[in-house]
């Protein structure tokens, strides 16, 4: 038995002893806390004492209440002198056939009654305890296909993929989900989100991002939001609802008919490939903007590019895509499959997976949430060369602010790239076998909100500090300290053990983190160059 099945059999017992023969005082404290703690037992008090007062009135009315047109407590008894006739009186026989009548009226409201109470209990009982939001007979309209650090709601299903969803309403608390619907439209759903699923070629946003796919197949496959429903003719767009019901549609191929929910203006708005357009929910008005593709993940996998190809022959050490992992907090290297890291993330993080410079990208909350990923085992340079390639994508520049760095004690210590100081320019320091640092600053700020490749080469003699293929800095070095410590901080300066941040001085990154690769070896100039040049064609999740 159940907590909620024991709980509703005490309060029974409490509602029975209650209408027989009343409670004692610790009862009656009993019946008033759980009455105070449910709204469900508050509401089948009322229903329960409501039928057992409609069923005492008609059936057995107390003395002293109504009167009984039959009782001889609502007459005198009658003189025998008053007696006239030789048989029973008039008024006796009417008193017998009113006695008839009233017996049939109280068995007859008797039956309404308990008809209808029971009616409604039979409708209410078995939805008494179950989760709200889903029909367990609802017929299953999608599955899962696809999904990353996938969390429901505790009375939501389970996240497998290829795991049912029926038709109700979902609450996807972390992660990425995608959803298959049987008619062959494809949903990429992005926590934190409210759902609806209505049907096989139906989905109401009621909060949270979405992108969808959708083929010749299903067409006609519909979105409705609080302010507009989205008809989509065989395209791929992105919708976003905020939790006051505004919303906003992007297309970025195809064509999607938008129909505004308003009661004074509902003329249709078509939209097409590289067109978007936001809808408050006040008016319900359309307002056109700009398509804005670096907000909306639209696939899970890490596309193969251009870039990638080219890091993989230039022989990494580690190679970090931050391709969005099954469990939602790893991230892998993709030079050893074996060799996983670990994402660091706030319980307020629906998830860390965004838009990357090439498919997906790690993003990083800053210092407010103290966000952050870690790689273990990473190699140590074996001689005096070493090279750092990543791409970037700032929100701010807190103090510090860290891109990737191997910097814990004196003596532990390699390299500490990322952002200089409160200044926020881009910088790289690296310890030498002297126990000096040699350091290279670019010495104006990162502009923030958009994406960079930046770089450090260290080749035996000069520092180099590297901005979207263009040395910005340089500075001599005598040679690399290896360091003893083996765990790179990704978005963070971890401590001497390299198991957590450094107290003083972390340096959170807030924004994207994306490509990041390590070379033992000094990369030259023009293959740094090329690397950006390879990605001057805009990537389907966002551009440089």
Request: aromatic share 8%; net charge neutral; glycine share 10%.
């Amino acid at each position: 038995m159940t907590d909620s099945d024991s709980c509703a059999e005490d309060f029974d017992q409490l509602l029975s002893s209650l209408c027989d023969a009343g409670l004692e005082p610790q009862q009656v404290a009993g019946l008033n806390r759980l009455l105070r703690s449910d709204p469900d037992l508050r509401r089948r008090y009322l229903l329960y004492m409501g039928v057992h007062a409609a069923l005492h009135y008609v059936i057995g009315a107390p003395t002293g209440g109504a009167a009984d047109p039959d009782s001889q407590d609502s007459h005198e008894a009658p003189d025998p002198g008053e007696t006239f006739g030789k048989g029973p009186c008039a008024e006796c026989g009417r008193s017998r056939s009113y006695s008839r009548f009233w017996s049939w009226a109280r068995a007859a409201a008797a039956a309404l009654i308990l008809a209808g109470v029971g009616g409604s209990i039979a409708w209410w009982w078995p939805r008494r305890f179950s989760p709200p939001g889903f029909a367990k007979a609802a017929p299953i309209v999608a599955r899962i296909s696809k999904g990353a650090g996938v969390r429901f709601d505790g009375n939501g299903p389970s996240a497998g993929v290829n795991d049912p969803l029926r038709a109700g309403t979902y609450r996807l608390v972390a992660g990425i989900v995608q959803v298959a619907f049987a008619r062959g439209a494809e949903v990429m759903i992005t926590a934190p989100a409210e759902f609806a699923l209505k049907s096989e070629e139906k989905l109401y946003l009621k909060r949270g991002k979405l992108t969808a796919k959708v083929s010749e197949r299903a067409k006609g496959f519909t979105v409705e939001t609080p302010s507009a429903t989205l008809v989509d003719l065989g395209t791929e767009f992105a919708a976003d609802v905020d939790p006051y019901g505004n919303g906003e549609v992007h297309v970025f191929r195809g064509e999607v008919i938008v129909q505004p929910r308003s009661l004074t203006d509902s003329r249709p708005l078509r939209l097409t490939e590289a067109q978007a357009t936001r809808i408050d929910a006040a008016s319900a008005t359309p307002s056109g903007i700009e398509v804005d593709s670096t907000r909306f993940l639209r696939q899970l996998e890490e596309p193969r590019s251009s870039y990638s190809r080219l890091v993989s022959e230039l022989g990494p050490k580690l190679y970090l895509h931050m391709e969005p992992t099954v469990d939602g907090h790893s991230v892998i290297d993709s030079c050893s499959h074996d060799r996983l890291g670990r994402v660091v993330l706030s319980p307020s993080n629906g998830t860390p997976w965004f838009p990357g410079c090439f498919g997906s990208s790690l993003r990083l909350r800053g210092p407010g949430f103290g966000e952050y990923a870690t790689m273990p085992s990473i190699e140590k340079p074996a001689g005096n060369t070493l090279s750092v390639v990543a791409w970037v994508f700032a929100e701010s520049r807190p103090r510090w602010a860290s891109i990737a760095k191997r910097w814990g004690e004196p003596g532990d210590r390699c390299f500490h790239f990322g952002l200089f100081g409160d200044d926020g320019d881009l910088e790289v320091h690296v310890a030498q076998p002297n126990g000096e640092e040699a350091l290279a600053r670019e010495g104006r700020p990162l502009p923030t909100g958009r994406w960079h490749q930046v770089a450090f080469v260290a080749d035996g003699t000069t520092l180099h500090l590297y901005r979207n293929g263009v040395e910005v800095a340089r500075a001599p070095h005598a040679g690399l300290q290896s360091g003893t410590l083996d765990v790179l901080g990704v978005g963070v300066k971890l401590d001497k053990t390299g198991g957590r941040p450094d107290p003083f001085e972390p340096g959170y990154w807030h924004g994207r983190l994306d490509e990041i690769s390590v070379f033992s070896k000094a990369l030259k100039p023009d293959q740094i160059r090329q690397l950006h040049q390879s990605a001057a064609r805009p990537e389907p999740n966002g551009q440089p």
